[in-house]
């Protein structure tokens, strides 16, 4: 009887068949966490890589899907994924041969395989292939091909500075760009969060997004027309964190028509929106005084108080911070900003219970605004903004950093404050030694030339207040009170001490009590005496009457 094909056919099949149904329960098993050590103990990965190869498509398919899960739940399996790098770079480079699903997966891959470390990331682009592949894909007509090799590139941009300057210089930029103009808004997510990721990293890589050019592209998406608010705010994130580097990319973004669009974001009816055009406008202002003088005229002050004004979820900060870099450049911008009750909005956040940041980023904007001169410090002290940044710092909770900004601030605003009734105000015995200082700086500085002032300051007890200070000789603390008791004659300090000079007490010796004057026997008084002394009436003596006689 002859042999009959059938049977090895039949064997083949089943073969096939087994390959198939156990590459698919181990893709199964490896999206489950709880799984995956137990699998990486059964050598999952040496059984499951060399599948890659398999003659069968939707074996490797399946495979590769295998791999991507374990290297996405698994560091371990990772690593053993990039040691077999010859298996590794003919999965990869068999993608052009693939179907999209297989080079969805391929992508899907790097990704996972780069999100550990930047050794592994550089094994994986360098000497596996994974840069041609991503390139490969890019140029794919399927927008989910794309869109995992976006996700790939914002991983591998994430991880090292010099992984994202080789993805430039390989020419991906274009691709992605490309991705901006099309209808999917997945897409142009993806593509945003990629250029976002690179151009975080450093004013070089910065720049070469910029020269594509990106900005026109990304600046369309600030357009009033435009509803997407995703979309939006990534784009927004993409701009800030282009114009942050320099001057030149700044001028860059405004020549491609950031304004006035970015202002009207400013009033948008979302939140997030209104925070990150905010964080543009805080980046933008900070390179020139020109700029910062532009979002002025162009209204940007009310635009930033209104972000201020409506911040329910997110935190104020960005626009609290871009006023304060306004203020910063000269003191017409913050007489500016004074003019348009900023100052009003800004103390009622020191007062109110928000985070603690958000009140160290109001003390260190109020230190801006209050530091160009006398006028300007007034405007501050007139709010009552010197008291609240005092109990900022006098708060439990805030930290060291916040509590140096309070200080920083409080410097700024009383070298320049020439009203003494208000550093009258601030002269408690609550308020902190290193605070009282900057005070009593600028008290010795009016003493000299303010009789009233001296005088005041005695009435009020605050020139035996001082005396009660013991600081450290020859600090500086020591050396203020110093001048200030040099403002007054030492018999005056002597006495408000408690230390009356020997000049007074000699006087006191020879003094001899005039023969007018009456000493007061005091004796008890009869029953009959008390009744008839409250049953007499009195009246007050005044004049000539109320002398004895």
Request: net charge neutral.
């Amino acid at each position: 009887m002859s042999p009959s094909p059938k049977a090895v056919v039949q064997t083949f099949d089943n073969y096939a068949k087994s390959q198939l149904t156990f590459v698919q329960n181990v893709a199964e098993l490896a999206s489950k966490p709880a799984y995956i050590e137990c699998l990486y103990e059964s050598h999952v990965v040496e059984i499951v890589l060399p599948l890659v190869t398999n003659i069968n498509p939707t074996v490797r398919m399946n495979a590769v899907l295998c791999l991507v899960r374990l290297a996405g739940n698994s560091e371990p399996c990772a690593k053993q994924i990039v040691c077999s790098k010859s298996l590794l770079s003919r999965l990869l480079g068999q993608l052009v041969k693939e179907n999209k699903y297989y080079k969805k997966n391929c992508m899907n891959l790097v990704k996972n395989l780069s999100k550990y470390s930047s050794a592994i990331t550089e094994i994986v682009i360098k000497e596996c292939g994974g840069i041609d592949a991503i390139f490969t894909c890019m140029k794919e007509f399927d927008s989910f091909v794309r869109e995992a090799a976006l996700q790939a590139i914002t991983c591998i941009t994430r991880m090292d500075v010099k992984l994202s300057q080789l993805i430039v210089d390989y020419g991906v930029l274009p691709q992605i760009v490309l991705c901006l103009k099309e209808q999917q808004q997945s897409l142009k997510l993806y593509a945003l969060s990629a250029l976002d990721e690179m151009a975080k990293n450093n004013e070089d890589l910065a720049l070469k997004i910029v020269d594509v050019p990106t900005l026109p592209h990304v600046i369309i998406f600030l357009m009033p027309n435009f509803v997407d608010k995703k979309v939006q705010k990534s784009a927004l994130i993409l701009i800030k964190n282009i114009v942050k580097h320099s001057l030149y990319l700044t001028e860059h973004a405004i020549e491609s028509n950031l304004f006035p669009e970015i202002l009207l974001l400013m009033a948008h009816p979302d939140e997030s929106i209104r925070n990150n055009s905010a964080k543009v406008i805080r980046e933008v202002v900070q390179h020139s005084v020109q700029i910062a003088q532009m979002v002025v005229n162009s209204g940007g002050i009310d635009k930033l108080l209104n972000v201020i004004s409506c911040s329910e979820e997110l935190s104020p900060n960005p626009a609290v911070h871009a006023l304060g870099y306004i203020a910063a450049m000269s003191p017409k911008l913050a007489s500016a900003i004074i003019q348009s009750q900023v100052l009003m909005h800004l103390t009622a956040i020191l007062r109110s219970d928000t985070d603690k940041l958000t009140k160290a980023g109001t003390v260190w904007t109020l230190g801006m605004i209050g530091q160009h001169s006398a006028e300007h410090a007034r405007s501050i002290c007139s709010c009552d903004a010197i008291t609240n940044i005092i109990n900022v710092y006098l708060d439990s909770g805030i930290e060291s950093e916040s509590r140096h900004k309070c200080i920083v601030a409080l410097e700024q605003i009383l070298k320049k404050c020439d009203d003494y009734n208000v550093l009258d105000k601030l002269l408690i015995p609550s308020t902190p030694t290193e605070i009282m200082i900057y005070i009593l700086e600028k008290i010795s500085i009016i003493l000299p030339k303010n009789s009233q002032a001296r005088r005041t300051f005695i009435t009020n007890g605050h020139l035996k207040m001082i005396q009660n200070i013991n600081p450290e000789v020859n600090s500086e603390l020591f050396q203020v009170i110093k001048a200030i008791n040099c403002c007054f004659p030492e018999d005056i300090i002597q006495m408000v001490a408690g230390d009356f000079p020997e000049t007074v007490m000699k006087t006191v010796d020879k003094y001899v009590p005039q023969s007018e004057c009456l000493f007061f026997n005091r004796q008890l008084k009869s029953d009959e005496q008390l009744h008839k002394s409250y049953s007499t009436s009195k009246t007050p003596l005044s004049g000539e009457e109320s002398s004895f006689k």
